[in-house]
T-cell receptor, first 116, second 111 residues
Framework: EAQVTQNPRYLITVTGKKLTVTCSQN?????MSWYRQDPGLGLRQIYY???????DKGDVPEGYKVSRKEKRNFPLILESPSPNQTSLYFC???????????????FGPGTRLTVT | ELKVEQNPLFLSMQEGKNYTIYCNYS?????LYWYRQDPGKSLESLFV?????AVKQEGRLMASLDTKARLSTLHITAAVHDLSATYFC???????????FGAGTILRVKS
């Protein structure tokens, strides 16, 4: 089954304790992206990757890191989480069509993160 | 900078009525997507609109795109309770590789 998976689905942690949220897709998509969803703000892009070893900042990258060492995986790293990073996080993937265009994105199930 | 505005942000509808959700965006783009999100769930793709004048229909939902006006509409015909969800439009930045979402419209259909 074609899907995007995220782990963990729920996480409660404390300020400053490094964490990683994993994302994996089995559709051979070139493009992958991380979003955070906060009430009234929709989804905001954190980082995206157009292919292996190619990553770029989205609209809200501060406090986050990513890496893309393999095509299927795109982990999100919070080196020193703070309470303002409490949010619902979604990973997504899509084919990359070239010339700066992608196609519809397929979303993972979400990771609800609480930082106390 | 691309900005995307949806309105209304909250819509309470009676079953059987028609209504329209609007999605305006601020810079040139000809790629727009509509997604649905049920409470506690992920986003599900509804429509992909890739050119000016594109119109797509699925059941009681119809989406259209006017790139000159920088406007997309999601029209709901004869609403039913199953349509209750949050609807997002998302616009792809031209040559920017980024997708910018609207704030979402919470739709509640009352019987």
């Amino acid at each position: 089954e074609a899907q995007v998976t995220q782990n963990p689905r729920y996480l409660i942690t404390v300020t400053g304790k490094k964490l990683t949220v994993t994302c994996s897709q089995n559709m051979n998509h070139e493009y992958m992206s991380w979003y955070r969803q906060d009430p009234g703000l929709g989804l905001r892009q954190i980082y995206y990757s157009m292919n292996v070893e190619v990553t770029d900042k989205g609209d809200v990258p501060e406090g986050y890191k990513v890496s893309r060492k393999e095509k299927r995986n795109f982990p999100l790293i919070l080196e020193s989480p703070s309470p303002n990073q409490t949010s619902l996080y979604f990973c997504a993937s899509s084919p990359y069509l070239g010339s700066g265009t992608t196609y519809e994105q397929y979303f993972g199930p979400g990771t609800r993160l609480t930082v106390t | 900078e691309l900005k995307v505005e949806q309105n209304p942000l909250f819509l309470s509808m009676q079953e059987g009525k028609n209504y329209t959700i609007y999605c305006n965006y601020s810079t040139t783009s000809d790629r727009l997507y509509w997604y649905r999100q049920d409470p506690g769930k992920s986003l599900e793709s509804l429509f992909v609109l890739l050119s000016n004048g594109a119109v797509k229909q699925e059941g009681r939902l119809m989406a259209s795109l006017d790139t000159k006006a920088r406007l997309s509409t999601l029209h709901i015909t004869a609403a039913v309770h199953d349509l209750s969800a949050t609807y997002f439009c998302a616009v792809e930045e031209e040559y920017g590789n980024k997708l910018v979402f609207g704030a979402g419209t919470i739709l509640r259909v009352k019987s």
